[in-house]
Every structure is written in structure tokens, then in C-alpha cells.
């Protein structure tokens, strides 16, 4: 066999050879992969929705607040987290605080509103649309 008719598979073998030096098995923390699984932050979030969502109002605070000191990666959490808690102070009938974190909410995303059922809440329904007009005032 001549070295003109094994040009072809030496061709393709050094092919693979540099496909295949191009591949990692890197461990995920070398690639950043790791950065995609839930923060604590996070967790404090979902963990404060589930205790809401369960009416366990005063954990909800407590783990919706713990969230936004961390820092959370997203201003969409962060304005979830906010609107959690004006619903907890609305329901505990601390209006002020209340129109505090759904302001905090609009600072955070000013197209930021209520889905059609909670913006209709008898308790803070009112709040809500209250504190928008005034958000949407101060932007003129």
C-alpha cells in the first residue's frame, strides 16, 4: 500500500484527533454551569411563596424579606418578592407598608401590575391601583 493511498485515513484519524482535543469533561464548577442552580436567594423566594401560598404569612415575610437581602439574580423576583409582601402587610392591615413594597415593586419594573384576580382583591385591589396612579404622576 502506497503512503498516496493511506492519505485519506490518516486525513480523517488527525481530524478526529482535533475534534476530539476540542472536547472537555470539565467539571461543571470549571465551566460555570453551577451559577444555573438555584441560589439561596432563590430558594428564599420559592420558600416564601410556598408559606404564603399555605397562609403561613409571618415565615413568608421572613424568607420573601431574607430573599431581597441576599439579592436576588432578577429584578422579576424581586418585584415578586416585593408584591408578596404588600399582600401580606395589606392582609395584616398594615396599609403603609403595604403601598411601601408595591412602590418598591413599580421602582423595580414600571409596567409591573397585578394579574386581573389580584388586582380585584377587596384588600389591596385599592392599594395597588392607588399607588400606580402615584408611581405614573411621578414619572410626567
Given at each position: 500500500m502506497t503512503t498516496r493511498s493511506r492519505l485519506p485515513g490518516i486525513l480523517i484519524l488527525a481530524a478526529l484527533a482535533l475534534l476530539c482535543a476540542g472536547c472537555s469533561?470539565?467539571?461543571?464548577?470549571?465551566?460555570?454551569?453551577?451559577?444555573?442552580?438555584?441560589?439561596?436567594?432563590?430558594?428564599?423566594?420559592?420558600?416564601?411563596?410556598?408559606?404564603?401560598?399555605?397562609?403561613?404569612y409571618k415565615p413568608a415575610a421572613k424568607s420573601l424579606q431574607s430573599a431581597l437581602d441576599m439579592g436576588l439574580a432578577f429584578n422579576r423576583d424581586a418585584v415578586q418578592a416585593h408584591k408578596y409582601l404588600a399582600f401580606i402587610h395589606c392582609l395584616s392591615n398594615r396599609e403603609k407598608q403595604c403601598r411601601e413594597e408595591f412602590r418598591k415593586a413599580l421602582e423595580l419594573d414600571g409596567k409591573f401590575d397585578l394579574a386581573p384576580a389580584e388586582a380585584e382583591h377587596p384588600i389591596w385591589g385599592h392599594v395597588f391601583r392607588s399607588v400606580k396612579t402615584e408611581a405614573a404622576g411621578r414619572k410626567k
Open positions: 469533561t470539565a467539571p461543571v464548577r470549571d465551566i460555570g454551569l453551577d451559577k444555573l442552580a438555584p441560589r439561596k436567594a432563590e430558594q428564599e423566594l420559592s420558600s416564601g411563596i410556598k408559606s404564603y401560598e399555605d397562609g403561613n
